[in-house]
């Protein structure tokens, strides 16, 4: 635990220990993940579903009063923004690691072609992202004016109190790329262990919010603990189940004309290959996931030289 506050308050004071090298692989690695992630239909459609995740620790009558904000989302989205610092943040792109905007860009609005290419290809996971967090900001509200019904709706008082319970759910449940928000080896200097973490700030997340809720129950043993880890665990398994049949129609669609097999096919075909891979545990976990998909009879490539191999394939 002495190594994990040193590192924190390090990264905190971004006292970074990069060298030329490490430059390198941050480099290589950010920009075959933008290209990944970019005008991805299969990222983008699964976005909104993590909205699920937060039922661990909200209940899920607030969520359901959440979904009012759907019809008036432009407003939603708005109202979110400028009440919720962090989602006003993951709106600038910072959903995954090395991907969002620089500070510069953010302050002067001044971008180069390449980042304005970037930006735009990142609209789609942007979109799905904006509403999910507006509706999970109406479904804070929801809960807020449930609990305090005596402060004054829209009051300053009210809105620092939705912000704050924003603030707590979107830590334990919902991905945003901050130093607070990444895990211990997600936060790595080192390009090998960046590689291997690329990817995984939502699988860590799920992973976390199970292990955590089992900790607890372990270590209180009383009704409350043993409760939460029963709606933790339910959270979860809706979670990847609905993200596997969601993502399973991107990946039906990409397989079409590999064969002769009918949209249908591929879709259950894909469907039983992404539930396996979405429940098991081991595929939350970086370099032991690794090991599976070796076992399953995949290749583990290296993340820095995929642009290039993709781009000589390309031409």
Known sequence: ???????????????????????????????????????????????????????????????????????????????????????????????????????????????????WLVEQSMKPAQWGDDITWAVLYRACEAEIKDKYPDVKIDSNQFKKLVSERMDEVVDQTQVVDTVLHRSQIMRSDNGAVQMATSFMAEPTKSYNLVVSAIRDCYEKKDKSSMKRLGRVALAYALTELINAAVVSLADAERDKDDDDDTFMDNYFQNLIGNIQDNINPASKIPYLKDVFSIMAGYDVNRLDMQGISKLISGC
Do not use: C, H
């Open 1 to 115: 635990y002495i190594k994990y506050f040193d590192k924190l308050i390090r990264d905190i004071n971004a006292e970074s220990t990069k060298g030329v090298e490490g430059q390198i692989f941050s480099t290589l690695t950010s920009r075959v993940k933008a290209a990944s992630v970019g005008a991805n239909a299969r990222v983008a459609i699964q976005q909104p579903f993590a909205y699920i995740r937060a039922a661990a620790v909200m209940d899920p009558k607030y969520m359901v009063k959440g979904l009012a904000a759907i019809p008036k989302m432009k407003q939603a989205i708005k109202k979110s923004r400028e009440n919720s610092a962090i989602a006003q943040w993951k709106s600038w792109g910072y959903f995954e690691t090395s991907i969002g905007q620089s500070m510069k860009s953010v302050l002067t609005k001044q971008q180069g072609r390449k980042e």
